[in-house]
Each structure stands twice: as C-alpha cells, then as structure tokens.
C-alpha cells in the first residue's frame, strides 16, 4: 500500500486542533512550572511507524505500586511496567490530567485530550467549546495510511476508546460512536459492545454494515484466536455490554475464561493484524475495569484487572522488541479512588494473602446478597466470593445497609460496595480517599521513537503531538 497524499485524503472540513505546549491553566487554578514535550528545535531520532497507546483506565498510583508489590509477593518479579523505570528504558513522566471544565477529568474528556490535542468538556468526546467536532488521531493516521485499532475490557464505544476517534456531544451516544466508526473505516475493534452493533432502540442492525466494509466478524475466545483474515479488518465484541472483571474472568464457575479473550488476547491478535499494513498502524488498547472497580472500591476486581493490564503491556513491549521502529505509551487517563496499602504493623505478606484469596469482584458478590439473608448467609457469601471471613457486626452492617437503615457518614461512600470495601480493608489494609476521579498527576512511560520528546512533567494535550511529530503525520493533521 502506497501512502496517500493528504490533498487526497482529507474527506472533511476540519478545523486545525492546536499546537503543543504547556499553557497557564489559570481559570482551573493551574500554573505549570516545567515545559513538557518540545515541538521545535530538534527532530525525533527516527520515525515510529506503528504507535501503540496503552492505557489503565482510572489507575491511581497506589494501584500501580500494589500490583507490583504483589507480583513481587506472588511471582518474585516486578510488572512489565515497573520493569521499564527498573532498567532506565524510554522515559518517564508525570502528567497533569485535567478537562476544560474541570481540573478532575472524566474519561470522555481525558481520551479526548490525546484523541484531537485539546482539552474539552467532561462527557464530551473530541468536540469545542461550541459544538465544532475536532480532528481525531485515528483519522489523521487513517488518513496516514495507517492501519487503526481500538482495543478494550469495556464497550468498544466507551468513552475512553471512543476519545482516539469519534465526535459526540455526550458520552452516552455508543450506538452513534458505533456508527462513526464504520463510517470512518477503522481496521479493528475488539472489546465488548455487542448490543450497540445490533438492533437498538427501534434502530436496525449495523450489521450489514459490518459485512459491506469487508470485516471479519467474531463473538468469542475462540473465534477470535483462530482468525484467519490476511489483513487488519477485524471486529470482535465478545459481550453486550462491558467484559467481565478478571477476577470473573478467571475464577466463575461458568468458565468465562473459555468465552471471553484477555486483554493481552486481544492485544496479540490486534497487534498481528495491525502489523500486516506496510505503512504501520495506531492502535489505542485500554484495560477500562480498572476504573470501574475503583469506583466500586473494589479490591480484587482492581487488582487482578491492573494485572491482566500488565499482561498487555509484555505483549506490546514483547513487540516493540522486535519492532524498533514502534512508539510505546503507557498511562492512564485519571487517578480514581487513591487506594493504596497503609498498614500500620508491616504486614505486607498477610496483606497479599488475603488479597490472593480474593475469587470474585464485589458485582459477583452482589448478585449473591439479598436484604431478606441472615448475617451467617451474608458472611458466607463474603467468604466465598471475597475470601475473607468477616465478623458478624460486619455482617449485620451489610444489611442494615441494604434494609437502607445504616449510611457511611462520609458522602464519598453512599454505596453497600462502599461499605463492604471498607470491611474488607480491616483484612487487606487496602484503603480508599473515595469512589471517584481524582485530581493527582498520574504516570507516564513512554519508549521507542520520539520518547526523547518527552519531559518530566507533561500535560495530557501533548501526547496528540507527540504521536503526530513521532509519526511524521504532521501535514494530515488538518
């Protein structure tokens, strides 16, 4: 395939998105002190052909370091990630997150930010202050000539992946994202969603649309892993709505396990038929239900999904080592929660045992409570899914809870999950500031061509850039 030009290429009216660069974020309170990625006065050693964009969704740094400390309990090794600051590879960053509305970014927004190099809106995706759609990274390398992916534990049409290429006023809108991607012709989507590609609300099917545009069309593990297509058209949606927890994943009696791929699945496969365009590809891949058990103060959910994320990254570091001419980013859109270890009495391995004997999210536990239960049923429960065993005042708080005679004091936890989260602190020592998005800078790693480009500190804005610069993708842009 020959790279197209960009007068022959560029099929709508966009404006220009911006420039990089660190501005004054004085209406959020914000002075940035440190230039981030520079745009000017030298060029990237080396071009990145392929870009591969990894992203733990809502992962705090108390997240990150857990998950490391616990495979270091568990494995006797670091993570894949914590092994690229270990041996000094590419470069590491602290990055400021923020929306324009709001110095606390929603998902919509912060993918946004990378997605067209603007700051908008929370909720909305890739969209200006007065409704003008913005030019996103996967039509620039669409356009490029490179092949494009989305690739993610959540719907394909959430926020989050959603932020590299589609416009919509409101996050919501999945079945008009669904449409804009196919519309737009991206190579490969791999996640869950189902419901948004069928009949929906009175719409018809898009189903059609999926066999017109030349896709091969998956629903399970296996099909996935046994896709024979010889180029990157591919969509798989292996649930209707978001894919289960890990911690499901691995350990329902259902086997789901043998129905639903791995995120570092999906990552391998993705990354295999990306790699068939001869002129590189872009591809965004999100472990999204590190977020969502975070807002649920989910210990095992979050966990044992930071580790499946870390899988992922193996795969495309595993990658990138034997394609030096690949760009690695590794981040996450926002903090949520702050959970972190905070024992008093260093018991760092009774710590990890408990966590490990953790076999369900608290979802899976929740479908096993009911307001009617004793406290000896509920304690049951609780030991079986969350492995702990709890005491029976604890217990009995569960369904006081649920009988909506008991409430947290703190309004950050109105939630049972909330309260069990809690409890299930006094056996882990894993504790939680909250149940949302958080303001704290959060960490980048990025490694391959154009990682020079960055500096300590950098604002969410200039990774747009950075993938446009490092990618010589500069005159597609507009």
């Known amino acids: 395939m ?6 022959s290429v560029n099929r709508r009216d966009f404006l220009k998105t911006g420039g990089l660069g660190l501005a004054a974020l004085s209406g959020l309170g914000i002075q940035p002190t440190a230039k981030s990625v520079q745009t000017s006065g030298r060029p990237a ?5 392929n870009i591969i964009f990894l992203v733990s969704d809502g992962m705090s740094g108390g997240t990150f370091s857990t998950a490391n400390q616990f495979l270091q309990w568990k494995e006797g090794r670091p993570s894949h990630w914590a092994e690229l600051l270990l041996q000094g590879k590419g470069r590491f960053s602290m990055m400021d997150t923020a929306s324009r509305s709001s110095i606390v970014t929603d998902s919509a927004a912060g993918s946004s930010a990378w997605g067209c190099g603007q700051r908008v809106h929370n909720g909305r995706i890739n969209m200006a202050g007065e409704g003008r759609p913005l030019r996103t990274i996967l039509e620039i390398a669409r356009d490029a000539g490179k092949a494009t992916g989305l690739v993610t534990t959540a719907t394909v049409t959430h926020a989050t992946p959603a932020g590299f290429g589609a416009n919509v006023m409101g996050r919501g809108d999945e079945r008009q994202v669904m449409e804009q991607y196919l519309e737009r012709e991206y190579d490969l989507l791999l996640g869950g969603g189902r419901q948004f590609i069928g009949e929906f ?20 593990r296996n099909s996935l892993l046994n896709a024979k ?5 591919l969509i798989g949606l292996f649930a209707e709505e978001h894919l289960p927890y890990e911690v499901d994943r691995m350990y329902r009696p259902e086997a789901l396990h043998e129905q639903v791929p791995s995120l570092a699945e999906m990552t391998q496969v993705a990354l295999r038929r990306l790699s068939t365009n ?3 590809f872009l591809v965004q891949i999100e472990g999204a239900r590190v977020d969502m058990a975070a807002h649920l103060n989910d210990t095992g959910g979050l966990l044992h999904d930071q580790l499946a994320f870390d899988q992922a990254v193996k795969v495309a570091l595993d990658f990138a080592e034997e394609h030096d001419d690949t760009l690695v980013i590794v981040t996450t859109d926002h903090g949520n929660a702050s959970p972190g ?12 045992q408990h966590m490990d004997a953790i076999r369900g999210s608290y979802r899976t536990l929740r479908d096993r409570l009911d307001r009617d239960q004793s406290a000896e049923e509920i304690q049951s429960h609780v030991a079986a899914v969350l492995g702990q065993e709890i005491e029976v005042e604890h217990a009995e708080l569960m369904l006081r809870h649920m009988n909506n005679e008991f409430r947290l004091p703190y309004r950050r936890f109105p939630w049972l999950a909330s309260l069990v989260g809690q409890i299930i602190a006094n056996h882990t020592d894993f504790g939680w500031i909250g149940n949302q998005h958080t303001a704290e800078h959060v960490y980048l790693n990025v490694v391959g061509p154009g990682s020079e480009l960055v500096q300590p500190f950098t604002r969410n804005t200039d990774l747009f850039d950075l993938m446009i610069r490092s990618a010589g993708m500069e005159a597609w842009r507009t």
């Open 2 to 7: 020959n790279t197209p030009s960009p007068s």
């Open 45 to 49: 050693s080396g071009r990145a052909k």
């Open 201 to 220: 609300e009175g719409q018809p099917s898009l189903l059609p649309r999926v066999e017109a545009g030349g896709y091969e069309f998956v629903e399970d």
């Open 229 to 233: 297509g010889k180029d990157a058209r």
């Open 278 to 280: 001869p002129n590189g």
């Open 341 to 352: 270890l905070n024992s008093g009495n260093n018991g760092g391995r009774r710590n990890f």
